[in-house]
């Protein structure tokens, strides 16, 4: 089992839909959640983070936690064309971060 | 703001070449890292350091070293490139308490021909 997973994509979404991102973990121990996007050819650039179970809104970004369930997930309201690019979920191992995949996401203007 | 910086955003170099790629952080961090990123297989971990002159392999250490003589700056070199370390090479930094997030640098788009 992959430690961090995420759909590839591409997700597509109507522009001012609500687009949804979900990431599922293995380590049980972990305790900071992470949320990264990333724009092609570029690096990734934090934008969310988590460590307590439930929500975390950040202006039109809401990370939400379910432990138990071992399932992170981002939702990016009211979305804009300049919200595609490419969204890496990541949880902490000790003091590293293992980082999935990412999850592709398109605007649809 | 955190600011990390790499020493070239693009860089070509031939088989068998010795390659240096620098990142320099303005945070105080003591925790440096450095990735390569290929499509596909997401981000990799090739070295780690969480202080001055120690050094930790990540999961693809092979045909890769590493120096951290000052706090500050933590330097990736292929000791002799290889056309399969064409890649994107990113550094990031982190405190070594509290949530452990990573800021990353712009990246260096590294070929070998």
């Known amino acids: 089992q992959k430690e961090v997973e995420q759909n590839s994509g591409p997700l597509s979404v109507p522009e001012g839909a609500i687009a949804s991102l979900n990431c599922t973990y293995s380590?049980?121990?972990?305790?900071?959640f992470f949320w990264y996007r990333q724009y092609s050819g570029k690096s990734p650039e934090l934008i969310m983070f988590i460590y307590s179970n439930g929500d975390k809104e950040d202006g039109r970004f809401t990370a939400q936690l379910n432990k138990a369930s071992q399932y992170v997930s981002l939702l990016i309201r009211d979305s804009q064309p300049s919200d595609s690019a490419t969204y890496l979920c990541a949880v902490n191992r000790d003091d590293k971060i293992i980082f999935g995949k990412g999850t592709r996401l398109h605007i649809l203007p | 703001d955190v600011k990390v910086t790499q020493s070239s955003r693009y860089l070509v170099k031939r088989t068998g070449e010795k390659v240096f790629l620098e990142c320099v952080q303005d945070?105080?961090?003591?925790?440096m890292f450095w990735y390569r990123q290929d499509p596909g297989l997401g981000l990799r971990l090739i070295y780690f350091?969480?202080?001055?002159?120690?050094?930790e392999k990540g999961d693809i250490p092979e045909g890769y070293s590493v120096s951290r003589e000052k706090k500050e700056r933590f330097s990736l070199i292929l000791e002799s490139a290889s056309t399969n370390q064409t890649s994107m090479y990113l550094c990031?930094?982190?405190?070594?308490?509290?949530?452990?997030?990573?800021?990353f640098g712009p990246g260096t788009r590294l070929t070998v021909t």
């Open positions: 350091s969480y202080d001055v002159k120690m050094k």
């Open positions: 990031a930094s982190s405190s070594p308490v509290g949530t452990y997030e990573q800021y």
């Open positions: 945070m105080d961090h003591e925790n």
């Open positions: 380590d049980r121990g972990s305790q900071s």
